[in-house]
């Protein structure tokens, strides 16, 4: 069942900020933790990724809990927006405790490749605008073309005049006092499906395209503009091995909406992140929500893109 929020903010505590940057068709998206933190694990689909701070979400580190999650546009050049979000949180004293130094934020990032996706001259998040994103964090922020959404496309294999918009999209349900919400950014090259397996975002049917041999997005030098990123967070108690378990859940149902997934030229990472307030029945009851409303969010990321 629905909760009464259906966005990631379902889970108190979380909150979401986004910065747009229309002149560039671009922007950024800070999913900002409690003040406490939050545990948090990863998993890595595509094989084309742009990251930063992901060696902190292997359960075997010694860094607990994350302060935010950024998603950025501008591919590898947007990363060092993450100092934006590091800085705002430092300012409040949040971050991992290093004794008179204060405190050292820890901001797991990913990109998209969404350079002149948008017609706009080319232009990428700057730290500044990272901050801003955090300034304007709150549970009720909006989906579609804003934040790191604004350049998502989608549809792409056959080539880039044939992609069609896309965006971010949210989605969360509870089932007893487990919730589970995810946000997700579909820039993919594949299209996007609906559970009747009808395509809803793409012009031409990618994955039959690329099965009879089509060139991968029409030409072989154009072989970027792409990736799906994602945020599930519960209040459920996981450890981290099992919040990894969760990402690799989620990357399962980005699969059955985004076809194909996960390409040679898509950069999917999947991040898991838990409040840890509430017992679940079994780990495999967040997995099973999670199945529920990722796929939920992706066809939301198009429908309003």
Known sequence: MSTSRTNLAA??????????????GTGCTVVLAPESGMRAAVCVRGRATG????????????????????????????LGVADGVMRWLRERG?????GPMGTIPIVPSAVIFDLGNAGKPLGWPTPDD???????ASADYADGRVGVGRGATCGKAAGLEKMVPAGVGSWAAQFGD??????????????????RGEIIAGSVDSLRYLAEGGAPLGDPARLNRNTT??????NADLDRVQLQALAQSGS????????????????????????ATVQPKSALQVDAIAALVVPEAVERAVRRG
Do not use: K, M, Q, W
């Not at 949040?94 to 290093?98: A, E």
């Not at 487990?178 to 559970?195: E, H």
């Not at 399962?252 to 409040?275: C, E, K, M, Q, W």
């Open 252 to 275: 399962d149902a980005l699969a059955r909406r985004i076809t194909p997934y996960g390409t040679l030229f898509d950069g999917d990472v999947i991040f898991a992140v838990s409040t």
């Open 130 to 136: 990272a901050y801003r994103a955090c300034d304007n």
């Open 94 to 98: 949040r971050g991992l405790p290093v």
């Open 51 to 78: 990251t930063r701070e992901l060696d902190v979400l292997d359960p075997r580190h010694l860094v607990e809990r994350i302060d935010a999650i950024l998603f950025t546009g501008g591919s590898a050049l947007g």
């Open 178 to 195: 487990v919730i589970v919400a995810v946000l997700v950014v579909v820039n993919a090259v594949g299209d996007v499906r609906n559970a």
């Open 229 to 234: 990123l994602a945020v599930i967070a519960t």
């Open 11 to 24: 889970v108190p505590g979380i909150t979401v900020g986004h910065t747009t940057i229309e002149a560039h």
